[in-house]
T-cell receptor, first 112, second 117 residues
Framework: NAGVTQTPKFRILKIGQSMTLQCTQD?????MYWYRQDPGMGLKLIYY???????DKGEVPNGYNVSRSTTEDFPLRLELAAPSQTSVYFC???????????FGPGTRLTVT | AQKVTQAQTEISVVEKEDVTLDCVYE???????LFWYKQPPSGELVFLIR??????QNEISGRYSWNFQKSTSSFNFTITASQVVDSAVYFC??????????????FGKGTKLTVNP
């Protein structure tokens, strides 16, 4: 199993551009999550999903959108990139009724 | 709301010293889980341990040990005989139940540990 994969690894965006961060897991996990990690800070939850077709907001959802059309994929969309969205983004997944989250390698995004 | 406090921002030790990383949490849940993750300089998050709120037994895994005390809402992490490879940022996290039945994690800000040769 590849686990949780994220693409791209790095990306530089100009202010106002849009992009989608991809996240795929091959462990058939029900739950998936998007976190962001700002320098010197812990991770903060952006959005999460408990299954295909079901998503909900986390602590810092503004400026982002998600969708979950399949169990495997949970893309994160930035519509109008702003410098405040410069961060490292982690996707994670966990099995049904489990409390351990498996993290992807992260995407480092810079908005200038 | 759930909260995790890691008061030590940075710790620097010399190899072979023992070091303890502190974690204090706040929660109203009666059932919860506590976690420690390691983030080495390469950036990935490595799971170290998960502890159920009903299990207050200390746990030891090689040079790592964890002390969970509900009375003081603490879940401290000790590395014995530290090594240079232990240099990383360590995060303590607390589970928080969501309406959908999943658990989301609330992270502390992390403690950066530097082990010098």
């Amino acid at each position: 199993n590849a686990g949780v994969t994220q693409t791209p690894k790095f990306r530089i965006l100009k202010i106002g551009q849009s992009m989608t961060l991809q996240c795929t897991q091959d462990m058939n996990h029900n739950y998936m999550y998007w976190y962001r990690q700002d320098p010197g800070m812990g991770l903060k939850l952006i959005y999460y999903s408990v299954g295909a077709g079901i998503t909900d907001k986390g602590e810092v959802p503004n400026g982002y959108n998600v969708s979950r059309s399949t169990t495997e994929d949970f893309p994160l969309r930035l519509e109008l990139a702003a410098p405040s969205q410069t961060s490292v983004y982690f996707c994670a997944s966990s099995p049904w009724r489990s409390y351990e989250q498996y993290f992807g390698p992260g995407t480092r995004l810079t908005v200038t | 709301a759930q909260k995790v406090t890691q008061a030590q921002t940075e710790i620097s030790v010399v190899e072979k010293e023992d070091v303890t990383l502190d974690c204090v949490y706040e929660t109203r849940d009666t059932t919860y889980y506590l976690f420690w993750y390691k983030q080495p300089p390469s950036g990935e998050l490595v799971f170290l341990i998960r502890r159920n709120s009903f299990d207050e037994q200390n746990e030891i895994s090689g040079r790592y040990s964890w002390n969970f005390q509900k009375s003081t809402s603490s879940f401290n992490f000790t590395i014995t005989a530290s090594q240079v490879v232990d240099s990383a940022v360590y995060f303590c996290a607390l589970s928080e139940a969501t309406q959908g039945g999943s658990e989301k994690l609330v992270f502390g800000k992390g403690t950066k540990l530097t082990v010098n040769p």
